[in-house]
């Protein structure tokens, strides 16, 4: 069985973070493992706590998996800060998993940045080399580039710049357009638009989360970079579609809407 290691924050509302990434893994029939960079106190309706995971315990952690059950690839979300971003890009260096994810999750859903100037500058010089694919969206992309991100154009030519100054492939979330739902693959040189539809369902908590890890399970069974994004893309939105509705605020997707109760019901 293939292995998937998600490193990042625990959402005890389960929709998204640790929870969602295992949920996403398992749904793909493979192995999850999870190593917990900060417990949330979170829910539908927002974040109301962050309590960072010790640096030197996340490290133990990273040591426990890959010493024991390497994973095939690994999905990286959520990095409160710059002692626990050392102790993955420890891990990175040290273990050299076949495949890396990185979330780029730098902003709140407000657009509120989530890290500090230190850690952001940290993150953009020691974390994002480190990675074989990005997934920002549109708001994280033009942070990180300094750039106003607007046309199908410019989207192509931030994904390029994106892509030479980080070294990695860039799976750039269309997900803010309003008048699509189109995302952009940037692999090698090439752009790749891969086409979607905004599904009438505002229950998109955890979106990130889950194609970030979706594209982690493709890359893990061997499918290329274009295979896993479009196998993820397809994923992502039947979960969406399948039009769950939990919670008072932004609830969760059904990252099991594949799998059906002896009833018929998901």
């Known amino acids: ?16 973070g640790i929870q969602a990434d295992i949920k996403t893994i398992t749904a793909h029939a493979l ?15 927002g974040v109301t706590g962050i309590l960072p995971t010790p640096p030197e315990f996340l490290e133990q952690q990273l040591s426990s998996v890959f010493t024991d059950i390497p994973p095939n690839a690994v999905k990286i979300g959520m990095l409160p800060d710059i002692g626990q971003m050392e102790a993955v890009r ?7 998993p076949p495949h890396v994810v990185l979330d780029t999750i730098i902003l709140s859903t407000s657009g509120t940045p989530l890290m500090s100037p230190k850690a952001l500058s940290y993150f953009q010089s020691r974390i994002l080399p480190l990675a074989d694919i990005y997934t920002p969206n549109l708001p994280e992309a033009e942070l990180l580039l300094q750039l106003s991100i607007k046309t199908k154009e410019e989207r192509v030519a931030a994904a390029r710049q994106f892509a030479l100054q980080y070294k990695g492939a860039v799976y750039l979330k269309g997900g803010h357009d309003t008048a699509s739902a189109d995302d952009l693959l940037f692999s090698q040189g090439v752009p790749l638009w891969i086409p979607g539809k905004h599904i009438p369902n505002p229950n998109t908590h ?30 992502i939105a039947g979960a969406i579609a399948d039009g769950m509705d939990l919670g008072k605020g932004n609830g969760p997707l059904n990252h099991m809407y594949q799998i059906k109760g002896k009833d018929g019901k998901g």
């Open 31 to 45: 192995y999850a493992e999870s190593a917990i960079t900060a417990l949330t106190a979170q829910n539908t309706q």
């Open 1 to 16: 069985m293939k292995v998937v290691l998600t490193i990042a924050g625990s959402d005890p509302s389960g929709g998204a």
């Open 206 to 235: 955890g979106t990130g989360c889950t194609l970030s890890s979706a594209i982690a399970c493709g890359l893990a069974c061997g499918f290329g970079m274009e295979e896993s994004a479009r196998r993820a893309k397809t994923y």
């Open 90 to 96: 420890a891990a990175l260096q040290k273990f050299r």
